[in-house]
T-cell receptor, first 113, second 113 residues
Framework: DTGVSQDPRHKITKRGQNVTFRCDPISEHNRLYWYRQTLGQGPEFLTYFQNEAQLEKSRLLSDRFSAERPKGSFSTLEIQRTEQGDSAMYLC???????????FGPGTRLTVT | GENVEQHPSTLSVQEGDSAVIKCTYSDSASNYFPWYKQELGKRPQLIIDIRSNVGEKKDQRIAVTLNKTAKHFSLHITETQPEDSAVYFCAASINSGNTPLVFGKGTRLSVIA
């Protein structure tokens, strides 16, 4: 499968725990985006990378959220001290510079109990 | 920042009829407008997009129109089929797909056989 992949697909955690998600973009895509989608809403931008550089972070990204893309390939998104309001689908997308279409992964559905 | 409004939030049509979904955007610098289709539990997938130097684009039963002066764009689906039933999202960005997409809240389209 040469598409964007995400792991895990589902995560249930208790409030206060830390969680980490992984995204593997399409191999030649150097830009990688994280979005969050809650029920009945469109995806909302969280942060994005060009290669290993984190270029922009949304105001939605509180101090409890951190993202990395250490070698410009896969990326991780960590949420510390999870809250019930963090429950959502976390989507990753990738694109090659000078292209137009962002390709989305299947998402990680997080449920905080 | 950019704000994208999408209407209607739900739309039901009879099979074979046409469906129209409308979006407005606020940032005149936006120059790329994709439409994504998201089936239940699946990733968003691009179905058509338009750039600001074009007023209309068509791909088989799907067309998109753009009015830069009024800052609105629309998705038109003709001869609807039950498999067109899904949630459709419009989006906008200021640098083709290389900057974060700002999404509308989505339209749930139901095609009744």
């Amino acid at each position: 499968d040469t598409g964007v992949s995400q792991d895990p697909r589902h995560k249930i955690t208790k409030r206060g725990q830390n969680v980490t998600f992984r995204c593997d973009p399409i191999s030649e895509h150097n830009r990688l985006y994280w979005y969050r989608q809650t029920l009945g809403q469109g995806p909302e931008f969280l942060t994005y990378f060009q290669n290993e550089a984190q270029l922009e972070k949304s105001r939605l990204l509180s101090d409890r959220f951190s993202a990395e893309r250490p070698k410009g390939s896969f990326s991780t998104l960590e949420i510390q001290r999870t809250e019930q309001g963090d429950s959502a689908m976390y989507l990753c997308a990738s694109i090659r510079d000078s292209s137009y279409e962002q390709y989305f992964g299947p998402g990680t559905r997080l449920t905080v109990t | 920042g950019e704000n994208v409004e999408q209407h209607p939030s739900t739309l039901s049509v009879q099979e074979g009829d046409s469906a129209v979904i409308k979006c407005t955007y606020s940032d005149s610098a936006s120059n790329y407008f994709p439409w994504y289709k998201q089936e239940l539990g699946k990733r968003p997938q691009l179905i058509i997009d338009i750039r600001s130097n074009v007023g209309e684009k068509k791909d088989q039963r799907i067309a998109v129109t753009l009015n830069k002066t009024a800052k609105h764009f629309s998705l038109h689906i003709t001869e609807t089929q039950p498999e067109d039933s899904a949630v459709y999202f419009c989006a906008a960005s200021i640098n083709s797909g290389n900057t974060p997409l700002v999404f509308g809240k989505g339209t749930r389209l139901s095609v009744i056989a």
